[in-house]
Every structure is written in structure tokens, then in C-alpha cells.
């Protein structure tokens, strides 16, 4: 280990001194290598509708706007059209730069190519004259345009920052030296500002900035320091780390001298552009690599002993910061990209970081896209949406401007797929194509549209990498949903997306317990959702906080008042008021959630206690929600909160779409399409059901800022002030015309450690009171439970228990112990259709046969030596004789019989060859489906 050690330390000083084997000289590098330039070409032709009707028609009006705004007659326009701000601009110059050095390369007319990058040149050295000057702040209240200190590193950088650098590099040879100094000398001064501005500030102790690369310490020693190393998951931080990582590959080491020659050596941070490269590979992409990677792998690449809580923590698919700044994931990608077509990732120099690039998070994000949007598309719910076309609604999280999937996706995407046709993983690039063509904003009936019309929001990156996806030659209208399985789960935010099948009429259950470190992740832990038949029934009330309305009430899960805290942050006003979770890391710690997937079921459970309370809070003891979905339309959610003193608000929260018709302790809602949801509260047996929202004429005035197209209205809320509660709510939804079920309680009579309920005598659910409480239990049912669905929720995980049961004169008694029986699943959930193993049988007990299947006719003639039974359908018969203490003695298969009455001589059934078998017995005639009893006497 330690020679190995030295080895990679000894490749690293070497890659330090000099250029490393592997690393392009060429240009362009960038995304776009040399070698692709006539693959590229080959697909810029006419009969390539991707170009005929999405980029020439970009083209032209990108060309249109640089001749009548940019620069009229030739001349800068005054006022100029772009102001230079640091967030949107209509017209902003380094997209339309980008745009242009593209088209410098893929274009098949030489012409062509030198006009591109002319009209590139010109607006990159716009702007670069300008910010080289040195940071100005705002003058009379105004901005000065491209020269304050967040130019480089806040919205607009974000949104844009990637032009820069790979403007460089696609036009490299049409730069002089003077303006590559230009150029790089005001890089230099963006990349210093970097690691000092939001959300690096949150990181700023981390010894990266000093020298330390490639190193455990970059991960934290404390656990603040661990939680402040979450920010690595921040969308700022991976723009950050994308835009510095194009703008220091760009530069040939020829047009890289020191700024500092007399005093620095060149690579000497800051000093040069390339000086950023052993940073960002040792510090930045090393950071990233322990937040993103699964937690083994990172454990054992990085060597680490000792729980770190920042390692993982986004592993998983799913990006943390939710449905809006979930693209930023791509920005992570759109950075090894770069490295990969530059020639850095090779491990064996750059370290295990470099292995991200080939991380099976990259899998999980597309299969966790294609769980997260909705079964079909539609059009919007208001029509002054429609528009855009069609759109994919979807499982969404996190602040939210829009309610749909939205363009802005392909550059996740897309720089996917560039590297999957680099390295010929066709499985994975056809899956992309499809998402590209089929899910975003229009779906495909906007495809090309989506490439050509992009100079609203000069969304020049998403027409290229339109472009460099999709070979004319290929087909990718192949739906891969249907490849993966119905269910998702990312253990490390505690998101759950389960479905019954892929097709438009599945039932989805989504579920959410996320971690609240860094921004936009705001009161959701514990919430669940549930879609039907094209339609929500109920889901969270999407929408952008302003960090103070980011409460529970606005999602399906628990407000819990905590003790008063007095000179709370601003943003934590409302999270004291309102009973939240303390967001944006303050507090207590993470949740803990674990589920697993039946084929009739799906089980979540969640501890939820920390996130209740901050370092100033202390009141809560505990919280935790269990969610039982019986597929596919029953969700049974069952919830415990204690805290040290009563008097306190507990409120269980529910969005709705429609109204809802309330009565007592039930509720329902019809749908848009006549489906019911209707919902029932069990516990708190005394509770209130009201509905509550907060606006007066219109949804959309609701304080929470509601996202775009946004259908949620309305809330059902439970409350109680009790110390120690259990909320219990049941959920049901039909079709049109379907009926509200019944439910009967069931408690255990051992301190009542277990309580549910029988739904229309069919199948029962329980959960535990408290979550160590999964030994020994019994309970009362008024039913025989032979052929009753069982979920018992909450017991030791992968453990066998014995259920048995024994009719005592009025109720059958169920037992469920410790013993070899039926085996509870990976969360405990003990599941099964006619679950107990073992019967002790009565002879007072009552046939209790409803179904008239099979029925035996003579069962209270206990002496006759005949058995009269009749069947409503033909089939096979078979007979069973029990002691009473339960212990069967005799089972024969009787043979195959038809419909109507017959007679069984139990003499013909006792043959000589039989140990011969006196006393007291109980009969039993089956089906395989139906049962019947007969008392007998031998």
C-alpha cells in the first residue's frame, strides 16, 4: 500500500511539471475532439432534419439578432442589448458565442466556418474587454456590466458559464496571442473568485485552497465540517467546478505563462490557468466523487475509516436539490466530459475520482427520470399552457418554478449520451434519445422545435447537444421504460417511486424522506403521494419558497410544534411558527428510512425525530412514519410523535386537487374523471378532520409561491396536543361509482403494542406503536382468518414467525411469535394470504363459510358416519381430520367432483390399513379455495 502510495504521488508531481501522456494538444478538446469533427460534419446535412429544421433555423436567427441587435451596421449597438448583469439577459453574449464557434466546426462550408467564428471572436472579446478591467461595483444604484465580482460565479454563470471556455477552445486557431492573454487574463480573475463566493464560502476552511489534494482531509474530520462538505451537492458548486474546468483546459501551455514570472513558479495557484487543473482534479472533482459516489466504493477507494456524514450522500440517481435544480447534476457531467475529451481521466494519474465519470450513478439518473415522470403524457392542466404541446407531469420535489418536465433537461442528458456514442454504449445512448425525443417540455410533437427555438432563453447548449446526439441513421422511438423494475429506491434521501406496471393506467406511489442541508430541499421528509388512472389524487402543493414558507403543511406529511426559539434565523421564522423541519442544516440530523417492495405491496418506514429539531429545539422525543400501500388502490399511513410535554400542535397534513366532502372523521374528492379518493381517519380516535387553505379567490394566491400549472387547492389536516399520539389515516380510491370501504379496529390485547385494522373483512394491517415493539402479540378477530390478507408492519427484518390461531367461544385469538414460519421481509413486513402456519381447533368453533363454494350439510349431526356436502362449481376435493389441540391426524385428496351435493362415507375413508383413530374430531372439507368444518365423533 505505501509503495503504491508513493507511485501515484510520483505520477501526480510528474503530471505537475509537464503534460501527462494521453492529453490532447489539439483543438478543439472540449466536448468536441478533433477525431469527431468529421462524424459531426457527416450529420450536418439537409436530410438530417435535427439540422435542416432545428440548427440552421437557430442559426439563422442567432445570426439575424448579431447583425440587427448586437451589432448594427457593424457597430456595437448603443444602448448595448446585452447589460452585463449577473442574471438573465434576453440577449446574453457568450451563449450566442457558443452558438456561433459551433458552428465554426461543424459546418461543411470553409465560409461558413471563418464567419461563425468571427461573430464568435467579437462577442467573447466584448465581454472579455469589459470584465479584464477589474471588478467595479454597482455605480448610482446600476450594475457595471461584466464587472462585478458575482459576473463569474452566480445566476448567469450558472446558466451560461460554459460558453466561455469552450468558445475558446472551438476558435482557438482564429485567436492571436494578444487576445488569448486578453481572454485568459480575465479567466484568471474568474477563477479566483470562485472558491471564495457562494457556496464555496460555506467551504472555505477546507485545505484544498492551500495546497491539499488528493486527500481524506478534504472530506472533513468534524461532523460540521462533514455536513458543511454537502454543499458539494449544491447547484453553484458543480457550475463552479464545471465552468473553472473548460476555462483551464482551454489554454494551450504555450499561451500560459505566469502572471507572476519573477516571484511564482507557473503552477503556483492562480498563477496561471493550468495551475486549476491540479486543483480541480485533486480537490473539487475529489469532493464530488465522496458526495456522489455509493458510499462503499468511496470508502474503499479513498482508504477511510470512520463514518463520514457527507460520503454519499447523493448517491444514488436522484439529484438532492430536487425537480428544478436537479439539472445542476449535468454541470458534473458537462466537467468530466471536458476532462475525458482532454485526456485527463485516467485514474492510475488523476486518482479514483476520475472514476466518476463511469459511476452507476449515471445509470440510476436515467432510470430515476423515468420513475419520476408520470405514466403518460397530457396536455397542461390550463389550457393557457397549452402552447407547449404535450407534458410529462412528474414526482416532483424541491423549490419548483414549473409543474412539468422542462427543456432545460438535455443538458443532463445530453453530454451523457456525447460520451456514450465516444465509447459506443448504445444501450444507454438509445435510452437517452428517447427521453430527449419523447419526455421533455412539447414531447414529440415539439422535438425540433425544441432545437431550433432557443434564443428566448439562449439555450445554446441545448441545441448542440441535440445536435450531437442523435445520428440521422438511428432510430430511438423505443420506450425503455419497460426495462426496468416498478420500483425505485434511493436509500440515501429516502425516496421511494413505486408502480404497479408501466402502462398509462398504473397506480404510482411516490414517497420522500430527504435529508435538509443545503438549499431547496425544504419540509418534505415523511411525504407521500399517490397517482391513478392519469390522474393525481393527492400529492404535495408544488411551488419556490422563499426559505421561509418551506412547511410541512405545504406537503403530505407532519407539522410538529417544538418549543418557542427565540432569535431564530430569518429563514427559520415560519419552521418555528409552523411546526417544521429545520432546514438549510439546522437541524438535529438525518432522517433514517428503509422500504421494500412486495408484489402486492410496497412498505416504507421512516424516523423522522431529527429533523424536528434544531440545536435550540430540543421538545421532540420522536417521529416516525410507516406507510403500508396495498397495491393497487389502499395507502395505510401510521404515525408516532412524543414529545417531552403535551399542549403542542401534531397535525397530519394532506393535499388535495378537488375539494374535499367532509363528515366527521371521513373525507373523498372526485376527480376530474370521476375517480374517488376516499379517506378515513382512524387515530386519534377523537380527532377533527378540517380543511384548510390559506387563499381567498384563486389557488395561486396562496403564500407559497405555486409553481406553473400547479392543480393542488386544497388540504385536509388533522390535529391533536397530546405528548404521546398516534396519527392513523386510510386512504381508498375506485373508479367512478366505487364505494368508501369499512374498516374495523384491531388492537392487541398485550398492552395494546400493536393496532390496526380489518378492511371489508378482507385483509387486515397493522403497525407497532413503537418501533422496538415486533416480539410476541396476539389479537382478536371475529372472523376466521384462514383466507384474510395479512400486513403486519414493523417486525425484526428477515426473521420467521409463527402465527397461530384458536377460536375461544366468541372471537378467534391470533398469536404471532418468534418460530419457524412465515418469513417477514427486508423491513420487517410480515405479508401472506391465509398467513397463520398453525390452527388449534374448537369444537364450539362456527363453520363461518359465507361463500355457498363448498358447504357441508350435515355439520351439526355428530354421530352420522356420513358426511353431506355440496359445491356450487365442479372441482377437486380434499378432506382433512384434526385432534382438538389442533394436530392433524389424517389428509386425503378425495378426487374431482362436480357441481351439486354428494355424500362422503367416512368408513370408506378409514380403511384397515389406517392406525385406527377414535374420539373426538374435526372435520375439514376444502377446495383448495373454500373451506367448511363438521364436528365428528369416532
Not at 202 to 209: G, H, K, N, S, Y
Not at 328 to 343: C, D, K, N, P, R
Not at 549 to 568: A, D, G, Q, R
Request: hydrophobic content about 35%; glycine content about 6%.
Amino acid at each position: 500500500m505505501i509503495m503504491v502510495k508513493f507511485l501515484h504521488l510520483y505520477l501526480v508531481s510528474l503530471f505537475c511539471l509537464s503534460v501527462s501522456f494521453g492529453q490532447s494538444t489539439e483543438h478543439p478538446r472540449l466536448w468536441i475532439r478533433k477525431a469527431d469533427l468529421p462524424r459531426l460534419r457527416s450529420w450536418a446535412i439537409m436530410a438530417n432534419p435535427v439540422w435542416a429544421k432545428g440548427i440552421i433555423p437557430a442559426a439563422q436567427q442567432a445570426k439575424q439578432n448579431y447583425d440587427g441587435i448586437f451589432f448594427p451596421g457593424g457597430n456595437p449597438a448603443t444602448p448595448f442589448p446585452d447589460k452585463g448583469s449577473i442574471n438573465f439577459e434576453l440577449y446574453d453574449c457568450e451563449a450566442y458565442a457558443q452558438f456561433f464557434a459551433f458552428m465554426s466546426l461543424v459546418d461543411n462550408d470553409p465560409k461558413n466556418r471563418d464567419d461563425y467564428a468571427a461573430r464568435a471572436k467579437r462577442l467573447l472579446l466584448y465581454v472579455c474587454n469589459e470584465a479584464v478591467k477589474g471588478v467595479a461595483e454597482n455605480v448610482n444604484g446600476l450594475e457595471v456590466p461584466f464587472r462585478s465580482r458575482m459576473f463569474g460565479n452566480f445566476n448567469r454563470a450558472n446558466y451560461w458559464g460554459e460558453a466561455f471556455g469552450l468558445t475558446v477552445d472551438w476558435i482557438y486557431s482564429y485567436l492571436d496571442s494578444n487576445e488569448k492573454d486578453l481572454i485568459r487574463r480575465t479567466f484568471l480573475l474568474w477563477s479566483s473568485q470562485m472558491p471564495t463566493s457562494y457556496p464555496m464560502s460555506v467551504l472555505r476552511w477546507f485545505p484544498m485552497m492551500t495546497g491539499t489534494y488528493d486527500n481524506p482531509s478534504l472530506l472533513g474530520k468534524t461532523p460540521d465540517a462533514q455536513y458543511s462538505l454537502r454543499w458539494v451537492a449544491n447547484n453553484y458548486y458543480s457550475g463552479h467546478a464545471r465552468n473553472m474546468t473548460l476555462m483551464a483546459l482551454a489554454f494551450d501551455e504555450a499561451d500560459d505563462p505566469p502572471l507572476d514570472q519573477a516571484a511564482a513558479p507557473v503552477l503556483k495557484l492562480g498563477n496561471s490557468m493550468r495551475s486549476w487543473v491540479r486543483n480541480l482534479l485533486g480537490g473539487w472533482l475529489y469532493q464530488q466523487y465522496a458526495v456522489f459516489e455509493d458510499s462503499a466504493k468511496v470508502y474503499q477507494d479513498y482508504n477511510l475509516n470512520g463514518k463520514n456524514l457527507a460520503v454519499g450522500v447523493a448517491s444514488g440517481g436522484i439529484p438532492v436539490e430536487g425537480s428544478l435544480y436537479g439539472f445542476s447534476v449535468g454541470m458534473i457531467f458537462q466537467e468530466l466530459l471536458a476532462f475525458y475529451t482532454a485526456g485527463y481521466l485516467d485514474s492510475s494519474l488523476y486518482g479514483p475520482q476520475t472514476k466518476l465519470i463511469n459511476s452507476s450513478f449515471w445509470d440510476k439518473y436515467i432510470e430515476g427520470f423515468l420513475h419520476t415522470i408520470a405514466p403518460l403524457s397530457k396536455m397542461p392542466n390550463y389550457k393557457s399552457y397549452n402552447y407547449m404541446g404535450k407534458i410529462y407531469e412528474m414526482a416532483a420535489f424541491g423549490d419548483l418554478l414549473r409543474f412539468w418536465v422542462t427543456p432545460e433537461d438535455i443538458t443532463s442528458f445530453g453530454p451523457i449520451a456525447a460520451y456514450d456514442i465516444i465509447t459506443n454504449n448504445q444501450e444507454r445512448l438509445n435510452k437517452i434519445r428517447w427521453i430527449g425525443k419523447y419526455t421533455l417540455q412539447g414531447c414529440e410533437g415539439k422535438f425540433l422545435d425544441r432545437v431550433s427555438n432557443i434564443w428566448g432563453n439562449c439555450n445554446a447548449t441545448n441545441a448542440i447537444f441535440y445536435f450531437m446526439m442523435y445520428d440521422p441513421a438511428t432510430n430511438s422511438d423505443t420506450d425503455p421504460r419497460s426495462d426496468y423494475p416498478t420500483d425505485f429506491f434511493q436509500k440515501p434521501i429516502g425516496r421511494v417511486l413505486s408502480r404497479t406496471d408501466w402502462s398509462p393506467d398504473a397506480a404510482w406511489f411516490t414517497y420522500l424522506a430527504n435529508w435538509q442541508t443545503i438549499n431547496h430541499q425544504n419540509s418534505t421528509a415523511g411525504q407521500f403521494e399517490f397517482y391513478r388512472k392519469g390522474e393525481w389524487l393527492t400529492k404535495e402543493w408544488s411551488g419556490y419558497g422563499n426559505n421561509a414558507m418551506e412547511t410541512p403543511e405545504m406537503f403530505n406529511t407532519l407539522s410538529i410544534k417544538n418549543e418557542h426559539v427565540k432569535n431564530v434565523n430569518w429563514f427559520e421564522s415560519s419552521t418555528d411558527s409552523l411546526g417544521g423541519q429545520w432546514t438549510n442544516g439546522m437541524s438535529n440530523g438525518d432522517p433514517y428510512t428503509i422500504a421494500s417492495f412486495g408484489t402486492n405491496y410496497t412498505n416504507v418506514q421512516s424516523d423522522l425525530t431529527q429533523l424536528y429539531n434544531s440545536r435550540n429545539a430540543q421538545d421532540l422525543q420522536h417521529a416516525s412514519r410507516s406507510i403500508v400501500w396495498v397495491k393497487p388502490d389502499n395507502l395505510f399511513i401510521y404515525d408516532r410523535i412524543k414529545t417531552k410535554v403535551s399542549g403542542r400542535f401534531k397535525r397530519f397534513n394532506m393535499v388535495l386537487t378537488e375539494l374535499p366532502e367532509i363528515n366527521e372523521k371521513n373525507a373523498s374528492i372526485t376527480t376530474a374523471k370521476g375517480q374517488k379518493l376516499y379517506y378515513q381517519n382512524i387515530f386519534p380516535e377523537n380527532a377533527v378532520v378540517t380543511e384548510r387553505h390559506n387563499w381567498l379567490t384563486d389557488p395561486f394566491d396562496e403564500y407559497h409561491n405555486i409553481g406553473e400549472d400547479e392543480i393542488c387547492k386544497y388540504r385536509i389536516v388533522v390535529e391533536d396536543t397530546a405528548a404521546d399520539m398516534r396519527f392513523f389515516n386510510c386512504l381508498q380510491s375506485t373508479d367512478a361509482g366505487g364505494i368508501a370501504p369499512h374498516y374495523d379496529i384491531i388492537k392487541s390485547s398485550n398492552f395494546s403494542n400493536f393496532e390496526g385494522i380489518l378492511v371489508d373483512k378482507k385483509y387486515i394491517v397493522l403497525f407497532p406503536r413503537y418501533l422496538d415493539d415486533n416480539g410476541d402479540f396476539e389479537f382478536l378477530l371475529s372472523l376466521r382468518p384462514d383466507n384474510i390478507l395479512f400486513y403486519i408492519a414493523g417486525m425484526k427484518p428477515n426473521t420467521p414467525y409463527l402465527v397461530n390461531y384458536i377460536y375461544d367461544g366468541l372471537n378467534y385469538r391470533v398469536n404471532v411469535k418468534f418460530g419457524a414460519g412465515i418469513v417477514s421481509d427486508s423491513t420487517g413486513l410480515l405479508s401472506g394470504q391465509g398467513i397463520p402456519q398453525k390452527r388449534k381447533v374448537d369444537v364450539n368453533e362456527p363453520s363461518d363459510n359465507n361463500s355457498a363454494n363448498i358447504k357441508i350439510l350435515n355439520e351439526t349431526d355428530y354421530y352420522s358416519n356420513s358426511v353431506i356436502f355440496e359445491i356450487s362449481g365442479s372441482s377437486e376435493i380434499s378432506c382433512s381430520l384434526y385432534d382438538l389441540i389442533g394436530n392433524k391426524v389424517m389428509n386425503k385428496q378425495l378426487g374431482f367432483f362436480n357441481k351439486g351435493s354428494h355424500t362422503i362415507e367416512l368408513s370408506e375413508l378409514m380403511k384397515p390399513t389406517d392406525n385406527p383413530i377414535f374420539g373426538f374430531f374435526i372435520f375439514k372439507l376444502s377446495n383448495g379455495k373454500d373451506v367448511d368444518f363438521k364436528r365428528v365423533i369416532q
